[in-house]
């Protein structure tokens, strides 16, 4: 005969606490078994504002504040990207304001969060760049754009980690996707397209919906197919939406004319699985994987005498990536006079007339908001310093996802997939850091999501833990049964 009990502690059972369900023998020299769960009890049904707080961010940033936009634009030229729009400085101070008040009555009801090792990288990336105003060419620009950047994360890290674990911030994110596709479809007829200028001509080189560019509007279009994947995953209703997002993501990836974002949505996935797949089967980290693959790259560009410049050229036509490799050119001379520490967070573009950004640049360059690369703007506004900063968010950001493959292969799948699109991005955009850009909002959304899962990733599945053998005794035996009270953490 065997006798089971339960240890509970009902308050703190809502907020995921660990039961534990020992049986044991009344023979002695059976040995016992413990089955642990760290499965929080169903919430279905409930309302976490915790969850609700970071797709409201990303709503407003891929939505809302891209409509306001559209709607009444801002000042064309340098001129309109200086300006500081009225919906922008009432709705973050107030959506920072709710998050910390929310945050504070959570933490007082319930522990801490741990924070896992990406988060801690997020963090000292961006306290660096904090610091950078301590040396920065315009510290009134490093200091405003420090703050926007702060009420950004505060809405989105802060609650997410607060949030119920069954709470499915991703699935919100993808509904904000959804949405923003279906009015950019209905948007087409209207003919809104990004128009070039190539001598005395206008051309007309994609369509942008209601987003200020039709690069910005592929990246979008691209991740929502990314998401619209995912939900192909699942059955019913989940399905049939995400196969109406993917078509409709993929009529606007080719009307944008976005070739760098039409293959990467097909290359990221391909590659996240791969990478997901070796670790499975060879056991290794994923991160250890993609450097491997990186390391690779280089060695064959570097003995087969292949740039990257060859690529384009062969894929595109245009081996100067539409004029980049000028901007990269002019980057890295400004990088040589900082190199160490750099000439300060977001303190070089767009921070007035006499900046070398302006002074310094040739021909159109001094009209660029930035380097379009994220990782040589890293090195010209923090320096080398800051790259290392960068790479080790990075990295551990990859590692952390790598620990969700062993709670749910999907869910490793599409946040390594966005990750990686994000990340190789970045070489032809700049997008790291910048407080309301969509895909930065969407990297540090993947960021947190694979945080959620730091820990549940060894706790939530059932294990097999076998319990000391008790010794044999001669003579009559005694009941073993002996009721305990107390939750195990």
Request: proline letters at 6%; charged letters at 15%; glycine letters at 8%.
């Amino acid at each position: 005969m065997r006798v089971g009990f339960i240890r509970l502690e009902p308050d703190r059972l809502a907020e995921g606490s660990i039961l534990i369900f020992e049986t044991e023998p009344r023979m002695p020299g059976i040995p016992a078994t413990t089955f642990t769960s760290a499965e929080p009890r169903s919430s279905a049904g409930t309302f976490d504002i915790c969850a609700l707080i970071p797709v409201l961010a990303f709503a407003y940033s891929s939505v809302i504040q891209p409509l306001i936009y559209f709607s009444f634009p801002p000042s064309p030229g340098l001129q309109g990207l200086l300006e500081s729009r009225t919906e922008n400085r009432v709705f973050w101070p107030a959506l920072a304001a709710v998050t910390l008040a929310v945050v504070a009555q959570r933490m007082s009801r319930s522990r801490r969060p741990a924070f896992p090792p990406n988060i801690i990288g997020l963090g000292a990336y961006f306290a660096f760049a904090g610091a950078s105003a301590a040396w920065a060419l315009k510290p009134e620009f490093t200091i405003v754009r420090f703050v926007q950047e702060a009420m950004v994360l505060t809405a989105v890290v802060l609650p997410a980690l607060l949030s119920r674990p069954s709470a499915d911030i991703l699935r919100g994110v993808f509904l904000c996707f959804a949405v923003g596709v279906i009015l950019n479809v209905l948007l087409i007829p209207g003919g809104y397209a990004t128009l070039a200028q190539y001598g005395a001509t206008l051309v007309d080189i994609g369509y942008q919906g209601y987003f200020s560019g039709k690069n910005l509007l592929g990246e979008f279009a691209a991740i929502a197919f990314l998401l619209s994947v995912h939900e192909l995953l699942h059955a019913g209703h989940r399905r049939a939406l995400g196969i109406i997002v993917a078509v409709a993501a993929v009529v606007l990836i080719f009307h944008s004319n976005s070739k760098t974002a039409l293959g990467l949505a097909l290359v990221a996935p391909v590659l996240a699985a791969l990478t997901l797949l070796i670790a499975k089967t060879s056991r290794m980290a994923p991160v250890l994987i993609l450097a491997a693959m990186v390391l690779c790259y280089y060695l064959f560009c570097q003995l087969a005498g292949f740039s990257t410049s060859r690529i384009a050229y062969l894929l595109t036509g245009d081996s100067s990536f539409t004029g980049r490799t000028t901007i990269w050119s002019f980057s890295e001379t400004e990088i040589a006079q900082r190199p160490l520490l750099g000439w300060g967070y977001q303190s070089f573009w767009l921070v007035g007339a006499d900046a070398p950004s302006v002074t310094e640049a040739p021909g159109w360059v001094k009209g660029m908001p930035n380097s379009h690369n994220g990782y040589y703007d890293a090195i010209l506004e923090l320096g080398y310093v800051g790259l290392a900063f960068l790479v080790v968010f990075l990295v551990t950001t990859v590692h952390v996802i790598g620990r969700v493959m062993n709670y749910d292969y999907k869910r490793a799948w599409i946040l390594l997939s966005v990750a990686l699109f994000v990340m190789i991005y970045n070489f032809l955009e700049t997008l790291w850091l910048r407080a309301f850009d969509v895909s930065w909002v969407v990297f540090v959304l993947v960021t947190v999501e694979a945080a959620r899962y730091w820990r549940r990733s060894q706790l939530s599945m059932p294990t097999y833990q076998p319990a000391p053998t008790r010794p044999v005794r001669f003579g009559r035996s005694r009941s073993t049964w002996r009721p305990r009270l107390g939750v195990r953490f």
